[in-house]
T-cell receptor, first 114, second 112 residues
Framework: ETGVTQSPTHLIKTRGQQVTLRCSSQ?????VSWYQQALGQGPQFIFQ???????GRGNFPPRFSGLQFPNYSSELNVNALELDDSALYLC?????????????FGPGTRLTVL | GESVGLHLPTLSVQEGDNSIINCAYS??????FIWYKQESGKGPQFIID?????DKRQGQRVTVLLNKTVKHLSLQIAATQPGDSAVYFC???????????FGKGTRLSVIA
């Protein structure tokens, strides 16, 4: 186990709704990255948070937004859900400043949009 | 940008044999690569990493080889066990804290 936790484990929403996913980073880590993993695909980078600010973003629309809190935990918010948003959402924590910046993943939140 | 891909989507090996999973990348500026193992219903688990100033790195039963000339890396698993059955991803990135770019994954099945 990595020490990165995510909640909830599973979630079912309908199109147009909004969702908030949560992530607690591994102790000592100061950076959280969020990824979307569609079935049968590799994780796709959504964005990264460092020092409570977005620090890099992938090719995702603005309805994907996030927050990072002083304790380095993070939220991913998705507005106006679409069917294609159904995926496993992964967060990964790391420590900026280490020589390798290894990212450790949580177990993910499985989102189903109906 | 970075494009990372895997040569085979599935790989079946006999228990006790060695496994080799291959990965190609496109961005010659990539300087850090990681192999992850993902079991069903779980997040990716870090296996081993390698920086571009190395061509080989060994861990417990695993070895990663990096060939920068042909932009190729491989993961070798010695004495493959049933618990090694999973999807394996390679991921790469440029220097600094840039995002990881993942390949699609190879599903390794171990035949007892």
């Amino acid at each position: 186990e990595t020490g990165v936790t995510q909640s909830p484990t599973h979630l079912i929403k309908t199109r147009g709704q909004q969702v908030t996913l949560r992530c607690s980073s591994q102790s000592g880590h100061n950076t959280v990255s969020w990824y979307q993993q569609a079935l049968g695909q590799g994780p796709q980078f959504i964005f990264q948070y460092y020092r409570e600010e977005e620090n890099g973003r992938g090719n995702f629309p603005p309805r994907f937004s996030g927050l990072q809190f002083p304790n380095y935990s993070s939220e991913l918010n998705v507005n106006a859900l679409e069917l294609d948003d159904s995926a496993l959402y992964l967060c990964a924590s790391s420590f900026v400043g280490s020589s390798y910046n290894e990212q450790f993943f949580g177990p993910g939140t499985r989102l189903t949009v109906l | 940008g970075e494009s990372v891909g895997l040569h085979l989507p599935t790989l079946s090996v006999q228990e006790g044999d060695n496994s080799i999973i291959n990965c190609a990348y496109s961005n010659s500026a990539s300087d850090y690569f990681i192999w992850y193992k993902q079991e069903s219903g779980k997040g990716p688990q870090f296996i081993i990493d390698i920086r571009s100033n190395m061509d080989k790195r060994q861990g417990q039963r695993v070895t990663v080889l990096l060939n920068k000339t042909v932009k190729h890396l491989s993961l070798q698993i010695a004495a493959t066990q049933p618990g090694d059955s999973a999807v394996y991803f390679c991921a790469g990135r440029n220097s600094g804290n840039t995002p990881l770019v993942f390949g699609k994954g190879t599903r390794l099945s171990v035949i007892a």
